[in-house]
Each structure stands twice: as structure tokens, then as C-alpha cells.
């Protein structure tokens, strides 16, 4: 197993000149193939409400706007899912504000479905989307209970909770200073627990937000950690910072492409051993998405022939088409995947009902 130290990963991520094309030439030497891959979803949001209001964030609404979702109808969702099915969709990306039944508003249109909570919601959309669909389920709605994780296991083919950063100070700056749900401790608690309960998992860091190089060191430790003790970490995603009109954080600055560079490099570099993914979202970086392949990704994530990044509103994603020719231009072969990563499509991981699906699915 790969055992970058902090300092050596600090070394990579203040590297200059040509230090760091020595860097990208060593992530080619343990690159395995030239296979790039991405997931074909429909990216559904089925609540805009949030406890976290962070300083970044284009996806919360208000209760009070009128044009929030607060929560999608399970004939909306099926009518979504099948339009998803006939561009060959095979995820179902449900994404949602992170304990958005502590508002009366979501609490009261649940009871109207005929619900108590978020939990018993998000399970149930999940198994109409295996019985009445070919596409598989994978959750992103931030903390949950070991319980909650315990039941969704059940009706997902895989789940993600971005880290973002294991650093407690950021919780006093713009980005988390009002959200507790984004305390790291929670947050590595809660892919803890997808570890003990074999969940097959997505996670990653967002760079950007105020962290120093020294938090991005100890965050990549921290999620390597996790690995190391429970296997289930599938990709760890490299998010840069996009700052747009509106947000609390409009005037910061976006990381610059270097920084992203060195990131990308010393993310490969430390799961190197390992055979986690690393990503970088294609419709964040239009014009350097090329260059991150040169410095060890090989997953583009999740990309929508039919919806667009809610959390990431005015960045398009890239059609496949476009996605296959920046993937080629670079060396490189475009190939899709399900959203479970094909090592953990066994007994181990998934029940019965899961494994089944997804065996005859790919």
C-alpha cells in the first residue's frame, strides 16, 4: 500500500518548475490501462431543503420560494426515471438537503405522501426505482445514523457523502460556518459507518473553500484511513471551487489550475496502491478537464444525457460525444460503468435482490 507521509504530500502540493512534471510522469507509471470511465444517470433532486447553509452552495432553497422543490411526488420521480431509461441511463442519482424534515414544510408534504420521515421516503423511492426500473439507486443527502445507513444499504447499489475537508477550522469560515452538518467529525463518522456496513462508497474533498494545503494533506490521509480499515471506498472525487452570482462566496477566488494540478497529482499518488478512482466533475473544468487525466484521474463521474448538475447549476455537463473526444484527444479510452465499481459486485457487498439486478444489468 502506498504510505505518503503528510510532509511528503505537502512536498507534491507546493511542487513548482518542473517538479511537477516529474510528478505527473510518476502517476503514468502506476496507471494500470487507458481506460477512462464515467456513469451514465439522471441526477434527481427530491428536496431543495437544507439544514446546512454553506457559503458556496447554489442547490439550498428557501422554504418560502415558490419555485423550491420540497419534495417530489413518487409519480414525478417514476416519470423522471423512465424518461432516464430510454437514453440508456443505468444510475439513478438522488440528491437532497441534508435533514430537510427539521422544516415543517417537508415534515407536512411527507405526512401527506403518507410518510413519517425523510428515511422511510428515501427507502421507499429507492425501491420503486429497483421493481419498476432498470436503473440502480445511489444516495448523496449528506449525514445519516449507522440505522439509516443500515436500511438504505438495502435499496443501494452504492452511496457518497463528500468530505470536503477534515479540518474543524473551516467550520468558522464562509463555506461551513452555518451548516453542522458539514462537521468533519460527522462526516468521517458517517463514511465510518458505510465501511462497517460494506457499503460501496463515493467521497472526496472540495479545494477552494480557505483550506490550507496542510488540510488537504490531512483530509487525504483521513479518507486513505478509512480505506485502509474498511475497503469500501470506490472513487474519491478532486472538486474545485466554482464561485457564481448569488452565493455568499461569490467574490472568492477559484483555485487556481495549478493548485488543482498538484491536488490531482497528490490524490493519485496517495491511493496509488489502492484501486480507488480518482474524479474530476468534466462540466467544472471545460477548458482544463484534458490536463487532469495527464495527472492521474480516470473517472469523470457521473454525466447526464438527461438532467443537469443541480448542485453545480450553470456548469452543463459535457454530452458524450464531447466527453469521448477530450477523452481520446488526451490518449485515452472513454468506457462507461455502473456506479457500484465492478470489485464490489459480489455476495459480500450487495443482498441477493441487489446482486441480481446488477449482474443481469451489466
Same mark, same amino acid.
Given at each position: 500500500?502506498?504510505?505518503?507521509?503528510?510532509?511528503?504530500?505537502?512536498?507534491?502540493?507546493?511542487?513548482?518548475?518542473?517538479?511537477?512534471?516529474?510528478?505527473?510522469?510518476?502517476?503514468?507509471?502506476?496507471?494500470?490501462?487507458?481506460?477512462?470511465?464515467?456513469?451514465?444517470?439522471?441526477?434527481?433532486?427530491?428536496?431543495?431543503?437544507?439544514?446546512?447553509?454553506?457559503?458556496?452552495?447554489?442547490?439550498?432553497?428557501?422554504?418560502?420560494?415558490?419555485?423550491?422543490?420540497?419534495?417530489?411526488?413518487?409519480?414525478?420521480?417514476?416519470?423522471?426515471?423512465?424518461?432516464?431509461?430510454?437514453?440508456?441511463?443505468?444510475?439513478?442519482?438522488?440528491?437532497?438537503?441534508?435533514?430537510?424534515?427539521?422544516?415543517?414544510?417537508?415534515?407536512?408534504?411527507?405526512?401527506?405522501?403518507?410518510?413519517?420521515?425523510?428515511?422511510?421516503?428515501?427507502?421507499?423511492?429507492?425501491?420503486?426505482?429497483?421493481?419498476?426500473?432498470?436503473?440502480?439507486?445511489?444516495?448523496?443527502?449528506?449525514?445519516?445514523?449507522?440505522?439509516?445507513?443500515?436500511?438504505?444499504?438495502?435499496?443501494?447499489?452504492?452511496?457518497?457523502?463528500?468530505?470536503?475537508?477534515?479540518?474543524?477550522?473551516?467550520?468558522?469560515?464562509?463555506?461551513?460556518?452555518?451548516?453542522?452538518?458539514?462537521?468533519?467529525?460527522?462526516?468521517?463518522?458517517?463514511?465510518?459507518? *458505510? $465501511?462497517? =456496513?460494506?457499503?460501496?462508497? &463515493?467521497?472526496?474533498?472540495?479545494?477552494?473553500?480557505?483550506?490550507?494545503?496542510? +488540510?488537504? %494533506?490531512?483530509?487525504?490521509?483521513?479518507?486513505?484511513?478509512?480505506?485502509?480499515?474498511?475497503?469500501?471506498?470506490?472513487?474519491?472525487?478532486?472538486?474545485?471551487?466554482?464561485?457564481?452570482?448569488?452565493?455568499?462566496?461569490?467574490?472568492?477566488?477559484?483555485?487556481?489550475?495549478?493548485?488543482?494540478?498538484?491536488?490531482?497529482? *497528490? $490524490?493519485? =499518488?496517495?491511493?496509488?496502491? &489502492?484501486?480507488?478512482?480518482?474524479?474530476?466533475?468534466?462540466?467544472?473544468?471545460? +477548458?482544463? %478537464?484534458?490536463?487532469?487525466?495527464?495527472?492521474?484521474?480516470?473517472?469523470?463521474?457521473?454525466?447526464?444525457?438527461?438532467?443537469?448538475?443541480?448542485?453545480?447549476?450553470?456548469?452543463?455537463?459535457?454530452?458524450?460525444?464531447?466527453?469521448?473526444?477530450?477523452?481520446?484527444?488526451?490518449?485515452?479510452?472513454?468506457?462507461?460503468?455502473?456506479?457500484?465499481?465492478?470489485?464490489?459486485?459480489?455476495?459480500?457487498?450487495?443482498?441477493?435482490?441487489?446482486?441480481?439486478?446488477?449482474?443481469?444489468?451489466?
Amino acid at each position: 500500500m502506498s504510505n505518503l507521509t503528510k510532509e511528503e504530500i505537502l512536498t507534491i502540493l507546493t511542487a513548482k518548475k518542473t517538479d511537477i512534471v516529474k510528478y505527473m510522469l510518476e502517476t503514468a507509471e502506476y496507471r494500470e490501462n487507458n481506460i477512462i470511465t464515467y456513469s451514465k444517470n439522471i441526477f434527481i433532486p427530491l428536496t431543495e431543503i437544507c439544514r446546512n447553509d454553506c457559503g458556496y452552495c447554489n442547490f439550498k432553497k428557501n422554504p418560502d420560494d415558490p419555485e423550491a422543490i420540497i419534495l417530489k411526488t413518487k409519480e414525478e420521480i417514476l416519470a423522471d426515471l423512465k424518461e432516464a431509461e430510454k437514453y440508456g441511463c443505468k444510475e439513478a442519482m438522488f440528491a437532497f438537503g441534508e435533514d430537510a424534515d427539521e422544516e415543517e414544510i417537508v415534515r407536512i408534504r411527507l405526512k401527506e405522501f403518507g410518510y413519517d420521515n425523510m428515511i422511510d421516503y428515501i427507502v421507499d423511492i429507492c425501491q420503486m426505482t429497483l421493481d419498476e426500473t432498470s436503473l440502480l439507486p445511489h444516495t448523496n443527502g449528506g449525514n445519516f445514523s449507522f440505522e439509516d445507513l443500515k436500511r438504505l444499504k438495502e435499496v443501494n447499489a452504492s452511496m457518497g457523502l463528500m468530505l470536503e475537508n477534515s479540518s474543524n477550522r473551516l467550520m468558522e469560515l464562509p463555506a461551513h460556518n452555518k451548516s453542522p452538518g458539514k462537521n468533519p467529525q460527522l462526516r468521517l463518522e458517517t463514511i465510518s459507518n *458505510a $465501511g462497517k =456496513l460494506k457499503i460501496p462508497y &463515493t467521497t472526496g474533498i472540495l479545494i477552494g473553500i480557505g483550506e490550507t494545503k496542510e +488540510e488537504i %494533506a490531512e483530509s487525504l490521509l483521513a479518507i486513505k484511513d478509512s480505506y485502509d480499515k474498511y475497503g469500501h471506498i470506490q472513487e474519491v472525487i478532486i472538486q474545485n471551487f466554482t464561485p457564481i452570482s448569488g452565493i455568499e462566496m461569490e467574490n472568492w477566488p477559484e483555485p487556481s489550475l495549478l493548485d488543482m494540478i498538484r491536488t490531482v497529482i *497528490a $490524490g493519485s =499518488l496517495v491511493f496509488k496502491d &489502492t484501486d480507488i478512482s480518482i474524479q474530476v466533475p468534466p462540466n467544472l473544468n471545460n +477548458e482544463t %478537464a484534458q490536463i487532469f487525466l495527464l495527472c492521474g484521474a480516470d473517472d469523470w463521474g457521473g454525466v447526464s444525457p438527461v438532467s443537469p448538475d443541480f448542485v453545480n447549476i450553470t456548469s452543463p455537463w459535457p454530452g458524450i460525444d464531447e466527453l469521448e473526444k477530450l477523452t481520446k484527444d488526451a490518449g485515452f479510452e472513454l468506457t462507461e460503468r455502473l456506479c457500484i465499481y465492478e470489485k464490489y459486485i459480489n455476495e459480500e457487498w450487495l443482498s441477493e435482490y441487489l446482486l441480481e439486478k446488477i449482474t443481469n444489468l451489466s
